[in-house]
């Protein structure tokens, strides 16, 4: 009897992908709108929905950090019709730092396709005396810690950007925890806080209108957006290596055909010019992989960020 249960339940799951997709997917984006993962969400939503042949409709679920949406998304039935986009913290970087979380990014979730990467730069407010990141390393020693930073979700990140650049260069700031990105930017702006690094679709239309000042990147070289601004090595801060990225989980248990089937529409999507330019417009790098590369990037990914959050001791409650 179980043995033709299982047959019966693996018949099943073949017709069902052979006729997948039939109606909506739900596609789970864990943090509020304007922020990094929201905007990669609907700058691919139209093309996924054209190659996949139904709607793609966007669901925020914020809080706790991407937690919320994240452990929500992998209560869902494991049809293809919900999908989680996440980032570098919900994905590798949590494990590391919760004692207990919801979720198991490994376990409850399966590779999709991976979808871009990013880098994340360095802002103050203009209010701040220092014009380089030299001035402003000066000016936080000589502020005696009374220089506050914006942290967008603790162990994001962001939050390890802010951790290496601190331990680095030797500096005291009081770290100001938000829950996602645009209300610390907020703060920023108005000069409550003074600092922040954060990705480049959050910050970068505020720099080149002025009302932030970027100090510099992470990563190897300069964004095209913001060619102005050094790389932290340029600038004389080595070895900041924060590089982000962002992909598409399923539920375990999600049949390989679906998978798959995603998997194209996604790659598919992200070879698009028009997807391409608004993309790089934003500082966010197309780094399509189909689902069984990203499982082994993912696999790599983790102990790396679990050896910067005990090197850095970031943990999170």
């Known amino acids: 009897m179980k043995r033709l249960l299982a047959c019966i339940a693996m018949l099943w799951a073949t017709v069902a992908a052979a006729q997948y997709p039939d109606k909506p997917i739900k596609l789970v ?136 650049v601190k331990r680095s260069a030797g500096v005291d700031m009081l770290m100001v925890p938000y829950k996602a990105s645009v209300p610390a930017l907020n703060d920023v702006l108005g000069g409550q806080v003074q600092f922040m690094v954060d990705a480049p679709p959050v910050v970068q239309s505020f720099v080149q209108s002025g009302r932030l000042r970027a100090l510099a990147v992470t990563g190897s070289k300069r964004l095209a957006t913001l060619p102005n601004v050094p790389t932290f090595t340029e600038a004389g801060l080595p070895g900041i290596d924060a590089t982000g990225f962002q992909g598409f989980l399923a539920p375990a248990g999600t049949p390989d055909a679906i998978v798959n089937t995603v998997s194209r529409a996604v790659l598919k999507a992200l070879q698009q010019p028009e997807v391409i330019q608004q993309l790089r417009g934003q500082g966010l790098e197309p780094a399509g992989m189909d689902a069984k590369a990203f499982r082994a990037f993912v696999h790599t990914e983790a102990p790396k960020w679990a050896n910067l959050a005990k090197a850095a001791n970031i943990k999170a409650d």
Request: aromatic residues 8%; proline residues 7%.
């Open 29 to 164: 984006v864990p943090f509020a709108p304007g922020g990094n993962i929201d905007f990669i969400a609907r700058t691919l939503q139209s093309k996924m929905s054209e190659y996949l042949g139904v709607s793609v409709v966007i669901d925020n679920r914020p809080g706790a950090g991407g937690i919320l949406g994240a452990s929500y998304a992998a209560r869902q039935p494991a049809d293809g019709y919900t999908l989680l986009l996440a980032n570098t913290g919900v994905i590798v970087i949590y494990p590391a730092i919760y004692k207990q979380l919801s979720y198991d990014p490994l376990k409850d979730f399966v590779p999709v396709a991976r979808a871009t990467t990013n880098e994340l730069v360095a802002v103050v407010n203009p209010s701040v005396p220092a014009h380089d990141l030299k001035e402003f390393i000066a000016y936080s020693k000589s502020s005696g810690g009374k220089i506050s930073a914006a942290v967008a979700g603790v162990g994001s990140s962001q939050h390890f950007a802010m951790e290496m």
